[in-house]
């Protein structure tokens, strides 16, 4: 009824593996983007785009990129939050040392450092598997937090030891550092989602992506038929780790405008973990979905005491919040350890043929 | 799914946004980013709850600052600093007149945003120390005395005044490995440098906190003849006993004012003796002040302190207090200049700089025996309150020197430096060019 | 040249100048080692049975220590808080077997490591809100626990070792030996060992899933309860352990994911040689703080060589 695919004719098999498949898919996503890209922008407060939007994309960025690695290529990673670090440090490295590039540019080419960083974690994942090689990337986890610690070039040799993102300015708006609006920040921010979210899922439906799922399914099988799985698993490390770093780096410019190095520490790498499982693994629009439970969620229930004017204090809400998140966590997965992703698919068929029951 | 999670969070949105006007505004908004959970709670929860006391025992006693109540909110962040943007956006969209961020993550991210959003920062006894320069930080204040001041005092202290005899002495720091452990680093090289010391810096990770057992066979190796600890949380207590168990002589070891944490000492009691800290308040449990606090907060039961532990007496509760006093004293003054009892933020900021607590106003408080007096103005936001060494004596904190002063000839040039790197590291960079020197 | 030295020579010149040092960074090394090795063996256990790689074990330490504290605090004696707190980490075990484990049966191993990870978030709410967030003391003399030290004074120095840290090292010991009598001699143990080599044939000689899962997770419990009396009296009782647990994933991996002996063996090398190497290599080179990642590296490089650890069962592939 909402969603009839009845008198949708496929009339060649281009058309059958094109983007939208349903033409209410690409309604739907236009609709997602004209909310994004201009109801947001005309009614957000500036608490709203910073305790949520703009956090809910960034981390549901990093997701993305640890989903490729671990949901189409199999490989789970404990050490995300070290390797957007990576990208955070190299793209300060670069304003710095470059004043003049366009930080647009400079977050692109920070990309690249994590990219081979994680390649370079990646390579152990050749002969160890499963939770064994969940060691090699925490072994990058700790390793790097320590290094952004000890290696005073990384951070200009500030007597604090952090980071701190100068203002930089594109077309004449000031987009990072303390003076840019949050506005602008969050159609930054929104525009590299949106460009790197489009790359990823052509990449995942394309050759190489299939390349992966079969990696992910059993690696001896697809070395079998003739894969070579060095180049794919190394090359799924660096496409998550790309796209990881660019979120690090997103993450520090756009959002907390300084940083020192614990920010990057296990509990981050455990949190994307979270977004990408809950929101589905082996899935684009799953990450979304998990950074709005993981991330938008806890900050709604914070508010809600206040609302109703519970006189709970502001560390009890913590800890009820910390425990509904595991709960939650724990419920989702009984419910569909799919995930969200999943449970959106299921609902999208029962649309289709609704109002008949099959 | 996409649309009912994005209804209930424009539905979230909406609701908050129309519950904190509810609260009325009639009052002053001086909020708290407290942290009474996670690793730092312990020295935190206690000063949280001299913060609020105080607060408490205003409105309870006079009906707040100048007729009008203060709503003292806090805002749990846990030393997380993602928190710490969510509680400041929380805060600034419901009118905070000022921003007490408590943790070094936090401040990092917030001091560069003061010049935009004009909201004083109010950060007593720790932040930057670079903040006393008031016409680079206009909206930024760390009174009564700034950690390279504490530093400086420090060494007075070990030295009794003659930094010169501190030559060929090794001198460990030992300190957290987080931007606030390492701030007195720059003054302490500089120190090292010119006094002919060799400084020892030796870094406690934040999961090593609790078990320090590297970090003190570190010092039993090299042998130090001082230790100086610049420590929080649980790594203080963690360092103590440590400390006893190396046999590292308690004569020889200074903690700066957090490490005056009585809980922590009692955790070894007797064998801790001789353990010195410097603090810029002293316990007096007896003062007109205190026992204010006593009657009308705690003993109405309006307290969240901890009576059986003692929280009472303890030197980081009465601190609390005496940073509350402090900003109370800064609404005053505010409210006396802008001749209305309800101010602004940038009115708060004058206030700020007008703060004047000499020795009468202190007695007029009944807090004379608590703190060393001291005054903000224009281009110093820190005020540079002298400090004591006290000592443990087994049960107890007792004051052990008279009041030292920090040595401003070899801090000021660093401050300038200092601040003139921050602005030009955040260019553009609004100078408050109204002061005069 | 210079810096080959103080690689290669320098570091075992101070270990000889100062015999007595060596031995109490090695003593203390061993006894972080424990701890490692009994948080892994907690690790171990529930792996074994059921393959589920339990990362809420280090909570579940955090947990048992705050409830025993806990309860002391509010007014309950010491000695009946013990198996108090045991009665809870019984009701933990089944709770976790029934709303966790039951529903989650044959689910691929990620969803499981994930849903302990929900078990660990869940556990750290509720600590906090029954117990507070902030730190608490260990009632290490309440327990009857030595406090004082001994010193021994060999090659002119002094090595200080803790009553307390004996206790624990001699604590751990007698709960491993139990334990693998446990394993090894009583039919309940036989059946947990079954239920780990093959699933379905443990179930077709009649041996019951739930009853086994409840029963390990209990064991598990009782490990996390003297590992928490053990560390507490150390370092304090705090959230901040759940970071320290992460060392046992390197010690699991040292050891092979499946092996008693190896979770021990694992533990004891990687507290001594993290240790050793902090002092000697980390500090003087390195600038320190070593010991966050040295254990993780050391693992990565024995994997690298031994796939499936030191202990663990050689992986055979098939397509």
């Known amino acids: 009824m909402f969603y009839r695919v009845a008198g949708q004719y496929k009339t060649s098999y281009q058309a059958d593996y094109a983007l939208f498949p349903v033409k209410q898919d690409a309604f739907l996503l236009a609709l997602i983007l004209v909310v994004a890209f201009v109801v947001f922008p005309l009614t957000a407060s500036d608490f709203m785009y910073r305790a949520l939007l703009i956090p809910v994309l960034i981390y549901a960025l990093a997701a ?21 670090g990576v990208g955070a440090y190299a793209c300060y490295k670069l304003v710095t040392i470059f004043p003049e590039l366009n930080i647009i540019v400079a977050i692109a080419l920070s990309g690249f450092f994590s990219a081979a960083v994680g390649v370079a974690f990646g390579l152990p994942s050749l002969r160890i598997k499963g939770f064994y090689l969940a060691i090699a990337t925490l072994a990058a986890q700790f390793f790097l937090v320590w290094l952004f610690q000890k290696w005073g070039w990384l951070y200009n040799y500030n007597a604090s030891g952090a980071i701190q993102v100068p203002n930089t300015q594109m077309f004449g708006v000031t987009v990072t550092g303390a003076r840019a609006s949050a506005m602008s920040q969050y159609f930054v921010v929104l525009s590299v989602v949106c460009i790197v979210t489009f790359f990823a899922i052509n990449i995942t439906r394309g050759r190489i992506g299939r390349t992966w799922k079969a990696v992910r399914d059993m690696d001896i099988a697809a070395e079998l038929v003739g894969i070579n799985l060095m180049k794919a698993k190394l090359s799924a490390f660096f496409v998550s780790s790309y796209i990881v770093g660019i979120a690090g780096a997103l993450f520090v410019f756009l959002w907390r405008g300084a940083a020192e190095a614990d920010l990057f520490d296990i509990q981050l790498s455990f949190r994307v973990l979270f ?39 502001s560390a009890m809400v913590e800890h009820l919040n910390t425990m509904i998140i595991g709960a939650l966590i724990i419920g989702f997965l009984i419910v569909e350890p799919h995930g969200l992703a999943r449970l959106w698919a299921m609902i999208r068929e029962k649309l289709i043929i609704w109002p008949f029951p099959h | 799914m996409r649309m009912k999670h994005t209804t209930a969070l424009v539905a979230g949105i909406v609701a908050a946004g129309i519950a904190a006007p509810a609260l009325g505004q009639e009052v002053l908004k001086l909020p708290n980013m407290s942290y009474r959970t996670g690793p730092f709670a312990a020295t935190g929860t206690p000063h949280m709850n001299g913060q609020l006391d105080y607060m408490t025992m205003l409105n309870e006693r006079d009906g707040g600052i100048g007729g009008v109540r203060i709503a003292f909110e806090e805002c749990e962040t846990g030393y997380n600093t993602e928190k710490g943007v969510e509680c400041y956006e929380k805060l600034k969209s419901e009118g905070a007149l000022v921003t007490q961020p408590w943790s070094t993550g936090i401040t990092l991210q917030v001091l560069p945003r003061t010049n935009v959003d004009e909201i004083p920062m109010y950060a007593p006894g720790y932040g930057f120390s670079a903040m006393q320069d008031g016409k680079t930080f206009k909206w930024a204040f760390n009174p009564p005395t700034s950690y390279w001041d504490g530093a400086s005092m420090i060494m007075q202290g070990i030295s009794d005044g003659n930094l010169d005899s501190l030559d060929g002495k090794k001198i460990a720091f030992l300190h957290l490995d987080h931007p606030y452990g390492k701030e007195p680093l720059p003054l302490l090289e500089a120190m090292a440098e010119t006094h002919g010391f060799e400084l020892l810096p030796i870094p406690v990770g934040l999961t090593e906190m609790q ?3 590297a970090q003190w066979l570190q010092i039993r190796r090299e042998r130090p003849d001082f230790v100086i600890m610049w420590g929080w949380g649980a790594m203080n207590a963690g360092a103590i006993t440590e400390a006893v168990k190396t046999r590292y002589p308690m004569e020889q070891f200074v903690s700066v004012w957090w490490g005056a944490h009585e809980p922590d000492l009692n955790l070894v009691g007797e064998e801790a003796k001789g353990y010195r800290a410097l603090s810029w308040n002293f316990v007096d449990s007896e003062s007109k002040l205190m026992q204010d606090v006593k009657t009308h907060v705690v003993d109405a039961g309006k307290s969240q302190l901890n009576q059986q532990a003692g929280e009472f007496d303890t030197t980081a509760y009465q601190r609390g207090i005496l940073m509350s006093v402090i900003l109370a004293e800064a609404v005053e003054a505010a409210q006396e200049q802008a001749g209305t009892p309800m101010i602004n933020q940038e009115q708060l900021r004058k206030g700020l700089e007008n703060v004047n607590l000499d020795e009468a106003r202190l007695a007029e408080l009944g807090a004379e025996e608590m703190m060393a007096p001291f005054a903000m103005s224009c281009s110093n936001h820190t ?41 030009t590291a955040n260019q553009p960079w609004q100078m408050n060019d109204d002061c005069a020197e | ?50 393959r589920i790689f339990n990362f809420a074990q280090g909570i579940m330490v955090v947990f048992a220590a705050l409830t025993l504290v806990g309860l002391h605090e509010r007014g309950v004696p010491a000695l009946l808080a013990v198996p108090l707190t045991l009665v809870v980490m019984f009701f933990l075990a089944v709770a976790i077997e029934r709303v966790v484990l039951r529903p989650l049966v044959n689910q691929p191993d990620i969803i499981l490591f994930m849903a302990t990870i929900g078990v660990t978030l869940f556990l750290i709410g509720l600590g906090e809100t029954i117990f507070g967030g902030e730190n608490k003391v260990m009632i290490t003399q309440q327990l009857g626990i030595p406090t004082g030290s001994w010193t021994m004074e060999p090659f002119g120095g002094f090595v200080s070792i803790e009553q307390k840290d004996v206790t624990a090292v001699v604590g751990a010991v007698l709960l491993v030996i139990a334990l693998l009598v446990f394993l090894n001699k009583s039919k309940m143990g036989r059946a947990i060992r079954a239920l780990g080599d093959d699933h379905q044939a443990a179930l077709s000689v009649g041996i019951s899933l739930s009853t086994i899962w409840v029963i390990v997770w209990f064991i598990s419990g009782i490990i996390a309860l003297a590992t928490g009396i053990v560390w507490g009296a150390r370092a304090g009782v705090s959230f901040a352990l759940e970071v320290i647990a992460l060392k046992a994933l390197p010690v699991l991996m040292l050891g092979g994911l499946e092996s008693v002996n190896g979770a021990i063996v694992g533990g004891l090398a990687i507290g001594v040689l993290e240790k050793v190497f902090e002092i000697y290599w980390g500090q003087p080179l390195l600038g320190g703080n070593t010991e966050a990642w040295f254990a993780y590296m050391l693992a990565l490089l024995v994997l690298l060589v031994r796939p499936q650890g030191l202990f663990g069962e050689k992986i055979i592939e098939r397509v």
Do not use: C
């Open chain 1, 64 to 84: 993305l990129g640890l989903n490729i690695l671990t949901g189409y290529a199999g490989q789970l990673s404990l050490g995300t939050g070290a390797f957007m």
């Open chain 1, 275 to 313: 977004i990408a499982i809950i929101g589905g693994l082996g899935s684009i629009l799953g990450n979304y979905l998990g950074a709005l439970l993981i991330v938008a969620l806890p900050v709604i229930i914070g508010t809600v005491p206040a609302m109703f004017g519970l006189p709970i204090s």
């Open chain 2, 211 to 213: 078990n320090q057992s």
């Open chain 2, 383 to 423: 005020g540079h309150a002298s400090a004591w060494m006290i000592e443990w004596d087994g049960t107890k904190f007792v004051k052990v020197s008279d009041l030292l002063t920090a040595d401003r000839a070899v801090i000021d040039p660093l401050v300038e430096t200092a601040a003139a790197d921050y602005a």
């Open chain 3, 1 to 50: 040249m210079e810096s080959l030295h103080s690689i290669f020579v320098a570091p075992f010149a101070d270990m000889v100048a100062a015999p007595d040092f060596f031995l109490q960074v090695v003593w203390e090394g061993l006894v972080s080692g424990v701890l490692y090795a009994l948080i892994a063996l907690g690790f171990v256990l529930i792996f074994k049975s059921s």
